[in-house]
């Protein structure tokens, strides 16, 4: 496993930042990036509870683990979903089971600085190291458009 780190300085306030990352419609646009379709589902939005990273009833659950609005998000990965239901943590998940994934927002002088830390397998370091950065750009977008 290794850590990834991505950042980007984005040119509106860290709300604004905040919607462009976690509001449905938004998250949809710059997890494109990753897959086309992709989105979440949560019965709550809020620390403790379990949500679903999706793309066509296939994705991978998770817990959130710490959420301050407008600064900083920390989800837990635990296991694979296929055809919409929570598999079992197997052999092959047990490999990436804890994984963090988390977003910091600081404020700065002309907007907010976004960084984001991913744990991964090495199997899709490159993937992520291409398409993270493409995704931050299109999260910039989002946000300085609101």
């Known amino acids: 496993m290794v850590t990834l780190n ?3 300085n984005i040119s509106a306030p860290a709300e604004k930042v905040w919607k462009s990352l976690w509001e449905p419609e938004n998250y949809k646009k710059w ?7 992709s989105y979440y589902k949560a019965e709550k ?24 609005p407008d600064k900083y998000l ?3 990965h635990i296991g694979n979903i ?3 239901e929570e598999q ?3 052999k092959e998940t047990s490999a990436w089971t804890g994984a963090m994934e ?4 600081t404020e700065i002088e002309n907007g907010t600085a976004l960084k984001v830390a991913l744990d991964t397998d090495g199997e899709y ?9 493409q995704a931050l750009e299109l999260v910039k977008e989002i946000a300085e458009k609101q």
Do not use: K, W
Request: glycine residues 8%; aromatic residues 18%; negative net charge.
């Open 6 to 8: 991505f950042s980007v």
């Open 31 to 37: 997890t494109a990036a990753f897959n086309p379709g």
């Open 45 to 68: 939005f809020a620390e403790g509870e379990r949500i679903h990273f999706l793309c066509d009833g296939n994705g991978m659950y998770s817990q959130i683990q710490r959420l301050i």
């Open 74 to 76: 920390a989800f837990q």
């Open 82 to 84: 296929t055809n919409y």
């Open 88 to 90: 079992p943590v197997d």
């Open 102 to 105: 988390t977003y910091t927002l």
């Open 125 to 133: 370091e490159e993937f992520m190291n291409r398409v993270f950065a």
